[in-house]
């Protein structure tokens, strides 16, 4: 099992930049894959970045050269570094982790696991 809890939103102004983070706990050495999605009122959720096992990373185009994701194993936290942040950033943020077989004796494959979200609201 693993468990996921956002933190760092907060109401900015726009061109502000401001840091998510996701602190991770369980059996967190069975991750693979983590990434953050975005829902904003009224709209589908949407992946925002993904960071791969193997360090390769994916953004979405709307936030290409604004956002970085990251992560700090050693503290078992996944980040999210946004610059500046436009009015259509504004979304309840959530954490996603991936498992892969093999990692760990009890990891699972394909096992998808979420945070509760974090709220960015960003003021133009």
């Known amino acids: 099992q693993v468990q996921l809890v956002e933190s760092g939103g907060g109401l900015v102004q726009a061109g502000a930049s401001l840091n998510l983070s996701c602190r991770t706990s369980?059996?967190?050495?069975?991750?693979?894959?983590m990434a953050w999605y975005r829902q904003a009122p009224g709209k589908e959720r949407e992946r925002v970045a993904t960071?791969?096992?193997?360090?390769?990373?994916v953004y979405l185009d709307s936030v290409k050269g604004r956002f970085t994701i990251s992560r700090d194993n050693a503290k078992n936290s996944l980040y999210l570094r946004m610059n500046s942040l436009r009015a259509e950033d504004t979304a309840l943020y959530y954490c996603?982790?991936?498992?892969?077989?093999?990692?760990?004796?009890?990891?699972?494959?394909?096992?998808?696991?979420w945070g509760k979200g974090t709220l960015v609201t960003v003021s133009s």
């Open positions: 369980g059996d967190t050495i069975c991750i693979s894959t």
């Open positions: 996603r982790a991936d498992t892969a077989y093999g990692l760990g004796p009890a990891c699972e494959y394909g096992m998808e696991y």
């Open positions: 960071l791969n096992s193997g360090g390769t990373t």
